[in-house]
């Protein structure tokens, strides 16, 4: 399951956000939690909540309903202000 | 008593206009109805022109739903099926993505963060309307001006609904006057007497505006009060004259993928060719032949009124080059090859070659430019970047003449404010503020446009235009085209200042070095396309067929990977993964093409070649950047097969010393990390080392947001520790070559290093391994050389360039870190020391020294930039003698240019009358009726090539310039060749 996840943040998921100037890091899986660390653009995007909804709906759709995606943002130093 | 400011916070009477502006802009539709249904469908572009969807079909859409995804477009549908014209329709739609929009099968226009209308007036006759919307959610850059689309960002933007509405001409009218006024109330380059006469007028026309109760002909009265008392008023008068030339910069990849800029292309394209139809006045500037060859491919009917518009002169081709490449790295000849087929295709599609180069947003140009252009019918040089993003010295002119490495000389125009404008009258008056060649009476250039990622101009800055033509406070305006402004302005009459130099910018300095791996690959290929062309050139003196059009689409390919943000490594990470892709498939083509994997070794340089060489083989006992191989001494003459002598059997020819080694030329001592503690060299009788040495410093690299562009002088008072893991040992040897090993890590990056010393080669070489994993650090090796000098010779491709070590003036200080090519030296007048490099740009110039740049770790535009496995190599040249004398550029060029497997015809000896200069290239002309020889000049020597048959000289366009059988050529000069085939075959035959 947890192979499954990772594959699918890192290959479906991953190219998308980068294709926006974002990243996307699988940082674990733990009681239907996945963890997702966004940088890059995603780090300071005002609106990462629908981001993150579309694709926890696509996480579900990929490998099972009852997962939910937590995402903590890491901007570069220059934008952690 | 203390001193208490008064600061007002009541309303000021600009702030009042401010708020009766904002209340116009609310009336300006008389009707607006929802168009319903609107119907979705959300999908991906994964390549050009494919798309992944994510609806098996359209889908309705509501007001307030979302729609896009991450990296995301949509595909949008509405009928309309009852539709009456009147004055002033028009389908609206306010989105921060980037729209195109076909209205029943015809291209009507463009939305896009400033475009929210489509004028439904070619359509008055139509009974219905089909609506087919094709969208892409970005919206970088950040060109969007409007608060409320700003709002809209993000890869999941809220559907707002798609409108007809009617505007309210009058309230548009209006809006377009206070957009003026209050854009010269807020601005200091005007009058404070003129902006407070402003605020009277204009404030006193808008108490004619019921707050409470709109009414159109209110408006209208505010509208003649300014007209009567502004427009017509001459009291106040401006000074200077500026032309407006309108444009779009058009980033081919930056935060978006090439496939996405077919779509921008032809959104700008579209959107430009439908003000046309609306402003006969309106002039538009497009740049780069690629933008053309593909908008004819992906809409041919678009291409083919955008043809028309050029015929009329109105829509204008400029930038001769085929794409905005990086001017830094390219070596000639690709440089070359974006004027020639930038220019062929010019040529060919609309009848005439293009006479500038526009470059408004390259980071910095080589002095080996001026001949390049000018030899490809390019008289005029434009690029906005010296003027307004140095950090140190303001460029002191705005026209000149700029002199080149071999002293040709075009008219350069560096224009004093950004390429991107919105035509603003405060934009205007600030450029003729800054316009530093006031006294040469010629107009400055101001360009306007949206850009970036294309867009252009706006039906609002056509209005201002408008306007500001009538406004006396104003400079003299003129929107012309850039052929006009360049031929008016730059003539032999006007007295221009001559810079005579490289035009280096003063900022952007870590571009010669992110992104590692497409500057070694950038190498690598620029040698492969001359092997490639030259081997097909060869086989066609047996009869075989010369793959042009191949070649040549693998050329294009690769120039476009060399546009300013692909090959400076500033871009997202899927522009990163197209660009691997392309650079490994054209490597993987070029090398199919010359064939003959079992042939023999065979010299691509008209070079001799006898040092020491690296030849790969299977069963090779040496393992080099990856490759399986061998240490040879060779003998190879120019052109020519050759052979790889044979192992002399024994290993015993240096001496293992305590710390070091003792070699024919070189007694050395090594420090823990591997750099030297001494060199010493046998021949010269000489020390080498005057400090650090071959040394690896790692750095804390902050250069700030833009992290891939910038490396900061600052980074030099961060040092970070890289530790021994291994210290410096003797690893292996065979008869030719010795290895030492030292192993050093940083907190997150390994690194191990192999040093090579030759039994029959001065040269010392060092390999890199380097598993990367670090965040925001630079890496360099330091060299320091007992070499008496203040200067350092860099070569940039086509000759070498004398850049100062010292740092008296701010404009040395400036030059902190350069953009070097195969070599660099350093030299007294008996001997000197260089460094040859496969793929390296960078070096730094610190206070002793000079380092050239290895690795970055850069986050912004790509989070991963430069992370994973990196394999590197240079050679350090100590030599007697100058750089020329020591043959430094040979050296560089051979080890640069390995030797080939080929089955070619040995012709060496008849391609020798090219000595001594370069035979930079061979190829079939363009046309396919000729050959062409280019040679250029690298040492900086004068002279006079005899040679065996009546040649036909040309520019870089292969048009006929002369003949000749004896053709002198001047230091670092460029010179084009031909033969008709026959005569081809005839004396190398």
């Known amino acids: ?81 | 008593m203390a001193h208490i400011k008064v600061q007002r916070r009541s309303m000021r009477p600009e702030e009042f206009i401010g708020i009766r502006y904002a209340f116009l802009k609310k009336h300006l539709y008389r009707y607006s109805e929802a168009v319903s249904p609107v119907y979705i469908r959300e999908a991906r572009l994964i390549d050009e022109g494919a798309y992944e969807y994510y609806d098996e079909a359209p889908r309705p859409i509501e007001q307030g739903e979302l729609c896009y995804t991450p990296d995301g477009s949509a595909f949008f549908y509405a009928e309309i099926p009852r539709f009456s014209w009147k004055e002033g329709l028009c389908l609206w739609f306010q989105t921060s993505s980037e729209v195109i929009v076909k209205i029943n099968g015809r291209y009507a226009g463009a939305f896009d963060p400033n475009r929210s209308e489509i004028d439904l007036r070619p359509f008055a006759d139509e009974q219905a309307l089909s609506v087919e919307m094709l969208g892409y959610n970005r919206s970088k850059p950040d060109d969007d001006r409007n608060p409320e689309v700003r709002a809209r960002r993000g890869c999941r933007q809220k559907f707002g609904g798609l409108f007809l509405k009617q505007k309210d001409e009058t309230v548009q009218s209006l809006c377009y006057d206070l957009e003026l006024f209050t854009d010269i109330i807020g601005s200091e380059s005007f009058p404070e007497d003129y902006r407070s006469f402003l605020i009277r007028e204009i404030g006193a026309a808008l108490n004619e505006i019921d707050l409470e109760d709109f009414r159109t002909e209110d408006a209208l009265r505010a509208a003649e009060r300014i007209e009567t008392n502004v427009y017509r008023s001459g009291v106040y008068r401006g000074s200077g004259r500026v032309a407006l030339i309108s444009h779009s910069h058009l980033d081919i990849a930056y935060y978006w993928r090439r496939c996405h800029t077919l779509q921008k292309n032809l959104r700008t394209v579209l959107a430009q060719l439908r003000l046309m139809d609306r402003y006969p006045e309106f002039r538009y500037a497009h740049s780069q032949a690629y933008t053309y060859e593909t908008l004819e491919k992906e809409a041919p009917e678009v291409f083919e009124e955008l043809r028309g518009r050029i015929a009329e002169g109105r829509f204008e081709p400029v930038g001769a080059m085929y794409v905005e490449p990086d001017c830094n790295i390219p070596n000639a000849e690709s440089l070359i090859r974006q004027c020639l087929y930038g220019q062929t295709y010019y040529k060919d599609r609309f009848g005439f070659y293009v006479e500038n180069c526009w470059l408004p947003d390259v980071f910095g140009n080589s002095w080996i430019l001026p001949q390049i252009l000018r030899k490809s019918g390019v008289k005029y040089f434009v690029s906005n970047k010296m003027s307004t993003w140095n950090d140190t010295n303001r460029f002191p002119h705005n026209h000149f003449i700029w002199r080149g490495i071999d002293g040709t000389e075009v008219y350069a125009c560096v224009p004093p404010t950004h390429f991107i404008t919105w035509n603003a009258p405060s934009q205007i008056a600030e450029n003729w503020d800054a316009f530093q060649d006031k006294d040469t009476d010629t107009e400055t250039l101001s360009m306007f446009g949206y850009g970036d990622g294309g867009s252009g101009a706006t039906e609002e800055m056509l209005e201002l235009m408008r306007r500001m033509e009538r406004l006396s406070v104003m400079p003299r305006i003129r929107h012309v085209t850039a052929k006009q402004f360049l031929e008016e302005n730059f003539r032999d009459d006007v007295p221009l200042a001559v810079w005579d130099g490289e035009l280096y910018l003063e900022m952007h300095r870590g571009t010669f070095t992110t992104k590692g791996w497409l500057k070694r690959k950038n190498r690598e290929l620029e040698q492969l396309f001359r092997a490639a062309e030259l081997v097909s050139a060869l086989r066609m003196l047996e009869g075989k067929p010369y793959p042009a059009r191949e070649l040549r689409a693998l050329y294009k390919e690769f120039l476009v990977n060399q546009f300013h943000d692909i090959l400076p490594g500033s871009h997202i990470a899927p522009v990163f993964q197209d660009a691997v892709r392309d650079l490994t498939r054209i490597g993987e083509r070029l090398r199919e093409l010359m064939g003959a994997p079992e042939g023999a070794l065979f010299n691509p340089l008209n070079d001799e070649r006898d040092g020491v060489e690296f030849i790969p083989c299977e069963d090779g006992g040496e393992e080099r950047a990856g490759v399986r191989g061998e240490f040879r001494r060779v003998s190879f003459g120019p052109l020519s097969y050759g052979k790889a002598l044979p192992a002399r059997g024994n290993a015993d020819w240096f001496t293992l010393t305590q710390n070091g080694v003792e070699t024919p030329f070189y007694r050395v001592r090594f420090e823990a990390d591997g750099s030297f503690s001494s060199l010493f060299d046998l021949t010269l009788g000489r020390e080498w080392c005057g400090g650090p040495m071959n040394r690896l410093m790692l750095y804390d690299d902050r250069p700030g947001v833009y992290d891939a562009w910038d490396i900061l002088p600052d980074h030099a008072d961060r040092p970070c520790p890289l530790s021994v893991v291994q210290s410096a040992a003797f690893a292996k040897a065979d008869d030719e070559s010795l290895c030492f090993t030292a192993k050093l890590a940083a907190k997150n990056s390994a690194i191990v290093i192999k040093i090579r010393f030759f039994r029959s080669d001065r040269a010392i070489e060092t390999e890199y391994y380097v598993d990367w994993h670090e965040s925001h650090k630079l890496l360099k090796v330091l060299f320091t050389p007992a070499v008496l000098t203040r200067e350092v010779l860099c070569d940039t491709s086509a000759g070498f360039i004398r850049r100062p070590l010292t740092k008296n003036t701010t404009w040395e200080q400036a030059r902190f870190e350069c953009c070097c090519h195969k070599w660099f030296d350093l030299s007294e007048t008996d001997a000197g020391f260089a460094v040859i490099n496969d793929g390296k740009y960078g070096i730094g110039i610190p206070e002793k020294g000079v380092s050239l740049s290895l690795l970055r770790a850069t986050e912004r535009p790509d989070p991963g930039s430069d992370l994973g496995e990196h394999r590197f190599c240079y050679r350090m040249v100590p030599h007697a003698g100058n750089a020329a004398e020591a043959g430094i550029e040979r050296l560089a060029r051979v080890y640069n240019a390995p030797l080939i497997r080929a089955d070619v015809p040995d012709r060496g000896k008849r391609f020798a009358c090219f000595a001594p200069l370069y035979l930079q290239a061979v190829k079939l002309s363009e046309d396919g009726s000729r050959v062409i020889f280019r040679l250029c000049e690298t040492d900086g020597r004068r002279g006079t090539l005899r040679l065996p048959c009546e040649f036909r000289t040309t520019d870089l366009l292969e048009r006929e310039t002369g003949k000749t059988a004896s053709a002198p050529f001047t230091p670092f000069e460029i010179l084009t060749l031909a033969l008709e085939l026959s005569e081809y075959r005839r004396i190398f035959g």
């Open chain 1, 1 to 81: 399951m947890e192979r499954q996840i990772k594959a699918f943040v890192e290959e479906t998921l991953r190219p998308l956000l980068q294709g926006d100037g974002g990243e996307i890091e699988y940082d674990g899986f733990s009681g239907g939690r996945v963890f997702v660390t966004l940088r890059g653009e995603c780090a300071r995007c005002p609106v990462e909540e629908r981001c993150m909804d579309w694709c926890e709906a696509k996480l579900r759709e990929a490998c099972g309903a009852g997962l939910r995606m937590e995402a903590r943002k890491k901007p570069p130093y220059f934008w952690d202000t």
